[in-house]
Nanobody, 119 residues
């Protein structure tokens, strides 16, 4: 069984910074991809950033230059450093990982962490 636990959300003023983290635990042979998604009220969930096993990254246009995704392989943890936050970044943020173990390969999701950007 695999569990993803997120932390780091909160309330921040516009222009501020937050760092989200997502740690995977349990039966893990390898992690193929790590993603951060977000969902604002009344909107569809959108992909914010991703990092694949080779280390390459992709970002949504709306966060390029402000957000950075990085990982610590030994801790099975992915981070999202968010700088120069804007009110439109307000959303619930979810991490997702494609994980391979003895049961096969599938995606797993965290419980979500709320980010609110407001003065």
């Amino acid at each position: 069984q695999v569990q993803l636990v997120e932390s780091g959300g909160g309330l921040v003023q516009p222009g501020g910074s937050l760092r989200l983290s997502c740690a995977a635990s349990g039966s893990i042979s390898s992690i193929i991809k790590m993603d951060w998604y977000r969902q604002a009220p009344g909107k569809q969930r959108e992909l914010v950033a991703q990092i694949i096993s080779g280390g390459s990254t992709n970002y949504a246009d709306s966060v390029k230059g402000r957000f950075t995704i990085f990982r610590e392989n030994v801790k099975n943890t992915v981070y999202l450093q968010m700088n120069n936050l804007k009110p439109e970044d307000t959303a619930a943020y979810y991490c997702s990982m494609i994980i391979q173990n003895a049961l096969g390969t599938r995606d797993y999701w965290g419980q979500g962490t709320q980010v609110t950007v407001s003065s």
